[in-house]
C-alpha cells in the first residue's frame, strides 16, 4: 500500500511542479538581470577610458569596432596559384602519371 493513497497524491506532486517551474524562472529572471547589469557597466568603462594601442597612442574606440582585412596584392595571388599547380603536378607525380 503507498504512503498516500494515490487520488490525495496528485495535489503534491502538482504542486512539486509548480515549485520547481517558480524555482527555474526565478534563477532565469536573476541571471538575466546579472547580465543586463555586467553589459551596462561594460558599456560604461569602455566610454570612460580610451583605448590604447601598443605604442601609446590613443586610438578611437570606432577604429577598433570594424576591422577590414587587408585585401591581397598581385605577388599572393601569384605565390597561391603557384602552390596550387606545384600541389597538381606533385599528386601526377605520385600517381605514376607524370607531365611530360
Do not use: C, T, W
Not at 591581397?72 to 603557384?82: E, Q
Amino acid at each position: 500500500m503507498p504512503a498516500l493513497p494515490l487520488d490525495e497524491a496528485g495535489k503534491y506532486v502538482a504542486a512539486a511542479y509548480v515549485v520547481f517551474v517558480g524555482l527555474i524562472l526565478a534563477y532565469v529572471a536573476i541571471m538575466a538581470a546579472k547580465l543586463e547589469r555586467i553589459e551596462r557597466e561594460l558599456g560604461e568603462l569602455a566610454e570612460e577610458r580610451p583605448v590604447r594601442a601598443s605604442d601609446g597612442v590613443a586610438v578611437q574606440n570606432s577604429d577598433l569596432a570594424a576591422p577590414v582585412a587587408p585585401e591581397p596584392d598581385d605577388s599572393k595571388r601569384r605565390l597561391d596559384a603557384g602552390r596550387a599547380q606545384e600541389s597538381s603536378v606533385d599528386l601526377g607525380e605520385a600517381s605514376g602519371g607524370g607531365v611530360p
